[in-house]
């Protein structure tokens, strides 16, 4: 059951990554409004990898689910990355 949520969760994020690219190859100011808001998502990203241990207390789950978490967000930012630059 929790890899069908998984999975949902995965796929709904393709999909936001996915218009995100969409967007931001409408205009110059949308595409830097995307970048701002990637670079942001990278940085949170990167912070979650460092505090792993803090954050899994805070949010009450093992280490291994945030580690597949994270791991399934890199993968939604790469497709969504290969939407954008195949557009």
Not at 1 to 5: D, G, T
Not at 41 to 58: C, N, P, R, V
């Given at each position: 059951?929790?890899?069908?949520?998984l999975a949902n969760y995965f796929v709904a994020?393709?999909?936001?990554?996915?218009?995100?690219?969409?967007?931001?190859?409408?205009?110059?100011?949308?595409?830097?409004?995307?970048?701002?808001?990637?670079?942001?998502?990278?940085?949170?990203?990167?912070?979650?990898?460092?505090?792993?241990?803090?954050?899994?207390?805070?949010?009450?789950?093992?280490v291994a689910d945030l580690q597949a978490l994270?791991?399934?967000?890199?993968?939604?930012?790469?497709?969504?990355?290969?939407?954008?630059?195949?557009?």
């Open positions: 059951m929790r890899a069908m949520y994020g393709c999909i936001a990554f996915s218009l995100l690219g969409w967007v931001a190859s409408l205009h110059p100011y949308a595409f830097q409004a995307v970048l701002c808001l990637l670079a942001a998502t990278a940085i949170a990203w990167g912070l979650s990898w460092l505090l792993d241990f803090s954050l899994s207390k805070l949010l009450k789950i093992s994270l791991i399934s967000g890199l993968a939604m930012l790469l497709i969504g990355l290969g939407v954008f630059l195949c557009t």
